[in-house]
């Protein structure tokens, strides 16, 4: 795992106390696409990524697969689910990478000292600003529109006009709920229009539009 003080858990707080809230971790590991909660598990613990990257995803009345979030080391995830009073995710998490995560109880997260408690309440706090810009995504009616609403998301976000968004092409369009097909031949006439360029994951955006 990267610098125990750069993970957002342990931002500007104490090596000893970190040491100690560690003391308190589980470990687990999963191998490449197992799939740790399915929809409707009941989760009691807060996981924080060692190594690897996790996917959590939803879907349709259809079927279809829908893209919430990609997460990697240093991030937490489920803590939503177990520190709430509904304990029940309504998400499916599952591995992309060989994955090995610590978690802790709910009633040890709740004993954590003040400095991590503070830094939990603005993780939690950034999450429900993503859920919204998600909500936001879903109301628009057009691709284009989407890929807007994306790209602008992460501009302000990063406070660039270069952003990297961090999907492969299907994990994009199921982000966006949009055709995969349908989704190129959009990114690359908006490409034609010169509205952005795209350089694999990174979008070098046209500051006139953003």
Do not use: C, W
């Not at 342990?10 to 971790?25: C, G, M, R, T």
């Not at 996790?54 to 990697?72: A, P, R, W």
């Not at 706090?125 to 890929?147: G, P, Q, Y």
């Amino acid at each position: 795992m990267q610098n125990h003080t750069t993970i957002s858990m342990f931002s500007n707080v104490d090596q000893n106390i970190i040491d100690q809230v560690l003391q308190q971790a589980s470990h687990k590991h999963f191998a490449r696409n197992e799939q740790i909660f399915s929809i409707g598990d009941t989760i009691h613990d807060m996981y924080l990524i060692v190594s690897g990257t996790m996917e959590i995803s939803s879907y349709d009345i259809h079927g279809n697969k829908k893209l919430v979030t990609v997460l990697g080391e240093g991030e937490l995830f489920a803590e939503s689910v177990a520190l709430g009073n509904e304990n029940i995710t309504p998400f499916e998490i599952t591995a992309k990478s060989s994955l090995h995560v610590i978690f802790f109880s709910r009633d040890d997260v709740f004993d954590f000292p003040k400095p991590i408690l503070r830094n939990l309440l603005t993780i939690l706090s950034t999450k429900n600003v993503f859920l919204t810009h998600k909500l936001e995504i879903l109301n628009k009616t057009t691709i284009r529109e989407r890929i807007f609403e994306m790209l602008n998301f992460y501009h302000l976000k990063d406070k660039s006009y270069t952003v990297r968004i961090p999907y492969n092409k299907t994990q994009l369009a199921e982000y966006l709920s949009v055709n995969r097909s349908s989704l190129s031949r959009e990114l690359k006439t908006m490409q034609t229009e010169n509205i952005f360029s795209i350089q694999k994951d990174v979008f070098t955006l046209n500051p006139k539009y953003f």
